[in-house]
């Protein structure tokens, strides 16, 4: 269980709601919305006391087990070891013991066997996208956020993320994205975040009504026949 309650800062305002158990959140908004932000609130790397996890304030709970509760997965892929190779950077992902049958099943799964050798320095950005998301899976927190994973990531790939999200592959997920599509075919929860306030916290097929749809997005997205289209 996730909640936070009544966090302001100079960017959020008012920021309160709670999600249940392996309840999946889609957290939708324009640029400078403050998605981002609340991400790393949520995950504690920026410090607060109006989180908890599982029934504990965040700014208690061990460096550890945080990470056992909450992961943050960045936008873009940090590489200080110019050297390191995708199969050692997974070993580094994990936060237990190293399970070399897990690290060769994932990337088998993610069709990585080619760069499993490769410095990460060397991916392109989308390889770069769905290493983040081999990381993820290794580390298996309780809770995932993603925060625009699928940024430069081909069609052919966004579906195997899709997938991924789709299963039971990771437990509680959180996905910050600007791709409607993923989100309305995610069917999850969802949240819209505008300048610093949650404007909408709800049902996913409440939020993607055409009325909600022109409110939100000033008449430019529309459902037809269950598909999202731009209203050019």
């Known amino acids: 269980m996730l909640e936070i309650n009544s966090y302001n800062s100079t960017i959020l305002h008012d920021i309160s709601f709670s999600l249940k158990e392996n309840e999946n959140l889609i957290i939708l908004g324009e640029n400078g919305a403050g998605k981002s932000t609340l991400a790393k609130v949520l995950s504690h ?17 061990s460096d550890f087990k945080r990470a056992q509760l909450i992961n943050y997965i960045p936008p873009k892929l940090s590489i200080f070891d110019e050297y390191i190779t995708l199969y050692e950077f997974l070993e580094l992902s994990t936060i237990e013991e190293v399970n070399p049958v897990k690290i060769e099943e994932i990337i088998t799964l993610l069709k990585l066997e080619k ?17 983040l998301l081999a990381s993820s899976m ?21 579906k195997e993320v899709y997938d991924i999200f789709n299963s039971k592959r990771l437990q509680q997920k959180i996905v910050i994205t600007h791709n409607l599509d993923l989100a309305h075919a995610l069917k999850f929860k969802v949240m819209f975040l505008k300048e610093g306030r949650v404007e909408f916290f709800g049902e996913h097929d409440t939020f993607f009504s055409n009325e909600n749809l022109k409110k939100y997005y000033d008449d430019t997205i529309l459902k037809l026949d269950k598909h999202l289209v731009v209203n050019l």
């Open 138 to 158: 290794m580390h298996n927190a309780k809770i995932t956020i993603f925060d625009e994973l699928t940024a430069n990531l081909d069609i052919t790939r966004l």
């Open 45 to 61: 790397l920026i410090e607060n006391e109006s989180v908890k996890l599982f029934g504990e304030n965040i700014n208690t709970i």
């Open 115 to 131: 760069l499993k050798n490769r410095y990460c320095k060397a991916f392109s950005s989308g390889e770069k996208q769905l290493l």
